[in-house]
């Protein structure tokens, strides 16, 4: 299994970053997605799901309504679209799947939101 983050960068406060999430080495499409955040100091918290079957999604609380999941199983890709970014949203965000009860996890791509 491998999962390759991209995407994140340095952004000013109310702006937008799309991240991407590469997967490979499992059958994509039958696997719940999710993405994780932690910064500096803080434990590492869920962010966003997209659940496998049937591709409904949830979110923490402090990114609804701002951040989006989605997913191409064509491209065993998966996205998380930033909006509205604040300077509480600066951490490395993770891409994770669980397979048969282990955690696969990412790199890791950094977002900062500053002025």
């Known amino acids: 299994v491998q999962l390759v983050e991209s995407g994140g960068g340095l952004v000013q406060p109310g702006g937008s970053l799309r991240l991407s999430c590469a997967a490979s080495g499992f059958t994509f499409s039958r696997y719940t997605m999710k993405w994780y955040r932690q910064a500096p100091g803080k434990e590492r918290e869920l962010v966003a799901a997209?659940?496998?079957?049937?591709?409904?999604?949830d979110y923490a609380d402090s990114v609804k309504g701002r951040f989006t999941i989605s997913r191409d199983n064509a491209k065993n890709t998966v996205y998380l679209q930033m909006n509205s970014l604040k300077p509480e949203d600066t951490a490395v965000y993770y891409c994770?799947?669980?397979?048969?009860?282990?955690?696969?996890w990412g790199q890791g791509t950094q977002v900062t939101v500053s002025s």
């Open positions: 994770n799947v669980r397979r048969y009860s282990y955690d696969y």
């Open positions: 997209i659940i496998s079957p049937g591709g409904s999604t």
